[in-house]
């Protein structure tokens, strides 16, 4: 039972049931009683020291957000900000460097302004692993899961990279592509960009495709420019390419425009395919082929977990959350292959 069931017995908003709990005044008494009833009935048992730690804490919900242009982020902060403003909650967002340690900062951010709980989207998972431990407030990570470490006050909530990788690499190939590259990422700090790329070669494996990493990939941040150049780097040293699996919509985009700038065309001579399924992508010229995920969806299981732990001091959860892969103008059929 979630804050989310309660809200949907009693008929209110998320955000209604969770100032009813906190016994907030811009709540009627009628309305009160009727979230106060299904929780009786539902055995619901809020933390009665969320309120009065709320109080203490002006702070409230901070969100930690691993690189500064990453597109996919940006819209999953301001989904969360809309469902916490709903529920109530103030939010802090703060922004760090792809390679900069997020458990090392959020153990900073507790310390100095000592939020109610984390949202952190992106991160790597091998510095959850080493340092989490020393975090003691409920935590949520979107993108990437942790499963596997059994934190007591870490939820986590993603979709199955190596699954989307080995989709699109299936796609590519049955369009005739057999000169895959990689571009994007770096699998030294970043489990997502290492999950898509072995997903992506585990494909190529599989159907019986040559996939060297070492002369068909090419690292970048997670921004236009690392991509701009990364893209000349990458037709320099494996130029029989045929398509472009870029490991975000923000690399592919960086690489249509490194390409163009080469005098090539997209997709009739290199395609190029995403991953993320931003909204600018349905919009980008050409519009990409690209791996869509639901931000709405990861939105709200990750609010609601955090909510969940601390109001209700409820155990953590994590979930995959589904994907699709969507075919745009990006990426050509290659004939007689």
Same mark, same amino acid.
């Given at each position: 039972?979630?804050?989310?069931?309660?809200?949907?017995?009693?008929?209110?908003?998320?955000?209604?049931?969770?100032?009813?709990?906190?016994?907030?005044?811009?709540?009627?008494?009628?309305?009160?009683?009727?979230?106060?009833?299904?929780?009786?009935?539902?055995?619901?048992?809020?933390?009665?020291?969320?309120?009065?730690?709320?109080?203490?804490?002006?702070?409230?919900?901070?969100?930690?957000?691993?690189?500064?242009?990453?597109?996919?982020?940006?819209?999953?902060?301001?989904?969360?900000?809309?469902?916490?403003?709903?529920?109530?909650?103030?939010?802090?967002?703060?922004?760090? =460097?792809?390679?900069?340690?997020?458990?090392?900062?959020?153990?900073?951010? *507790?310390?100095?302004?000592? %939020?109610?709980?984390?949202?952190?989207?992106?991160?790597?998972?091998?510095?959850?692993?080493?340092?989490?431990?020393?975090?003691?407030? %409920?935590?949520?990570?979107?993108?990437?899961?942790?499963?596997?470490?059994?934190?007591?006050?870490?939820?986590?909530?993603?979709?199955?990279?190596?699954?989307?990788?080995?989709?699109?690499?299936?796609?590519?190939?049955?369009?005739?592509?057999?000169?895959?590259?990689?571009?994007?990422?770096?699998?030294?700090?970043?489990?997502?960009?290492?999950?898509?790329?072995?997903? *992506?070669?585990?494909?190529? =494996?599989?159907?019986?495709?040559?996939?060297?990493?070492?002369?068909? *990939?090419?690292?970048?941040?997670?921004?236009?420019?690392?991509?701009?150049?990364?893209?000349?780097?990458?037709?320099?040293?494996?130029?029989?390419?045929?398509?472009?699996?870029?490991?975000?919509?923000?690399?592919?985009?960086?690489?249509?425009?490194?390409?163009?700038?080469?005098?090539?065309?997209?997709?009739?001579?290199?395609?190029?395919?995403?991953?993320?399924?931003?909204?600018?992508? =349905?919009?980008?010229?050409?519009?990409?082929?690209?791996?869509?995920?639901?931000?709405?969806?990861?939105?709200?299981?990750?609010?609601?977990?955090?909510?969940?732990?601390?109001?209700?001091?409820?155990?953590?959860?994590?979930?995959?959350? %589904?994907?699709?892969?969507?075919?745009?103008?990006?990426?050509? =059929?290659? %004939?007689?292959?």
């Amino acid at each position: 039972m979630t804050i989310k069931d309660i809200a949907r017995l009693s008929g209110c908003s998320i955000g209604t049931v969770s100032r009813a709990l906190n016994n907030h005044p811009d709540v009627s008494d009628k309305t009160r009683q009727r979230v106060l009833q299904v929780v009786e009935e539902q055995g619901f048992q809020p933390n009665s020291n969320a309120k009065h730690l709320k109080q203490q804490n002006g702070t409230g919900i901070a969100v930690i957000v691993k690189g500064t242009m990453n597109m996919l982020f940006a819209e999953l902060v301001e989904k969360m900000q809309s469902l916490l403003n709903d529920a109530n909650w103030d939010t802090s967002v703060f922004y760090i =460097e792809e390679d900069e340690n997020e458990i090392t900062y959020a153990d900073r951010l *507790c310390r100095e302004r000592k %939020p109610m709980g984390i949202i952190f989207l992106g991160g790597d998972v091998n510095l959850f692993r080493d340092g989490f431990s020393a975090i003691s407030v %409920p935590c949520v990570l979107l993108t990437n899961t942790a499963e596997d470490f059994n934190f007591r006050n870490l939820s986590s909530f993603a979709i199955d990279d190596v699954k989307a990788a080995q989709q699109v690499i299936e796609l590519l190939v049955k369009k005739g592509h057999r000169n895959i590259a990689f571009l994007g990422g770096n699998i030294n700090c970043s489990q997502i960009t290492y999950r898509r790329l072995m997903g *992506c070669k585990s494909a190529c =494996e599989s159907l019986g495709v040559s996939f060297d990493v070492d002369k068909q *990939c090419e690292p970048c941040r997670y921004d236009l420019k690392s991509a701009y150049s990364a893209t000349y780097k990458l037709i320099e040293h494996y130029p029989e390419a045929t398509v472009i699996f870029a490991v975000c919509d923000v690399v592919a985009m960086g690489a249509i425009r490194a390409l163009r700038d080469m005098g090539k065309r997209v997709p009739e001579d290199i395609s190029v395919v995403g991953f993320d399924g931003i909204p600018m992508a =349905e919009y980008f010229v050409p519009r990409l082929t690209t791996v869509r995920q639901d931000t709405v969806r990861l939105a709200e299981l990750g609010v609601d977990a955090l909510l969940c732990n601390i109001i209700r001091n409820s155990p953590p959860v994590h979930g995959l959350v %589904p994907f699709e892969l969507t075919e745009g103008e990006s990426v050509m =059929e290659i %004939p007689n292959s």
